[in-house]
């Protein structure tokens, strides 16, 4: 069974452009997360989808990003524009249901110059 | 707010050497715990959990204990290898409430084996 799927895997770019991420859940999985993990921190959610609906985006910082979950399915994270703070990495996670396993896709690092 | 807090890393050790990893946490509720593991270039993976106190999470020779009384869960093997080297992170969820499923983690804590 194909795990959580993520890209780009790594993404440079300049401060003030615009960046995407994108994530493939487990299929059949209904939960879909985004988190945020600074270097040498632990990651922290930013919002989370049950099927199509952000059920939980209170870390979101809503100025700058957004996110959509299109069929309940695939998921896009978007930043516009960047700073220089918001280079992380960046972590998909999709469980069955609310409250089970969450199974973590491999990040997206994002460098902001 | 809940929060968890790990042991300083990193952490190095020789193969079959003895490994503890210190958490507490702290909690408004009665959690479930849960240590992750991140290999290198991989996602991170959920290596054990004990959802009640006294409980014992157990998997691929590690082990933590749930202990209410001084809010730990304690990562512990009794002869590391080298492909345990990766970084652990503890965390802690709810099964009900408002934050139902919601991961809270530690800092992560980086483990390097040795031959």
């Known amino acids: 069974e194909a795990g959580v799927v993520q890209s780009p895997r790594y993404k440079i770019i300049e401060k003030k452009q615009p960046v995407a991420f994108w994530c493939n859940p487990i299929?059949?999985?209904?939960?879909l997360y985004w988190y945020l993990q600074n270097l040498g921190q632990g990651p922290e959610l930013l919002i989370r989808?049950?099927?199509?609906?952000?059920?939980?985006d209170s870390q979101l910082p809503k100025d700058r990003f957004s996110a959509e979950r299109l069929k309940g399915v695939d998921s896009t994270l978007k930043i516009q524009p960047a700073e220089l703070g918001d280079s992380a990495v960046y972590l998909c996670?999709?469980?069955?249901?609310?409250?089970?396993?969450?199974?973590f896709g491999p990040g997206t690092r994002l460098t902001v110059l | 707010g809940d929060s968890v807090t790990q042991m300083e890393g990193p952490v190095t050790l020789s193969e079959e050497a003895f490994l503890t990893i210190n958490c507490t946490y702290t909690?408004?509720?009665?959690?479930?715990l849960f240590w992750y593991v991140q290999y290198p270039g991989e996602g991170l993976q959920l290596l054990l959990k004990?959802?009640?106190?006294?409980d014992k999470g157990s998997n691929k020779g590690f082990e933590a204990t749930y202990r209410k009384e001084t809010t730990s869960f304690h990562l512990e093997k009794g002869s590391v290898q080298v492909s345990d080297s990766a970084v652990y992170f503890c965390?802690?969820?709810?099964?009900?409430?408002?934050?139902?499923?919601?991961?809270?983690f530690g800092q992560g804590t980086i483990l390097t084996v040795h031959p």
């Open positions: 996670a999709s469980s069955l249901l609310r409250g089970y396993e969450q199974f």
């Open positions: 299929s059949g999985h209904n939960t």
């Open positions: 989808y049950e099927n199509e609906e952000a059920v939980d």
């Open positions: 909690a408004t509720g009665y959690p479930s």
């Open positions: 004990a959802t009640k106190a006294d």
């Open positions: 965390a802690l969820s709810y099964a009900g409430g408002t934050s139902y499923g919601k991961l809270t």
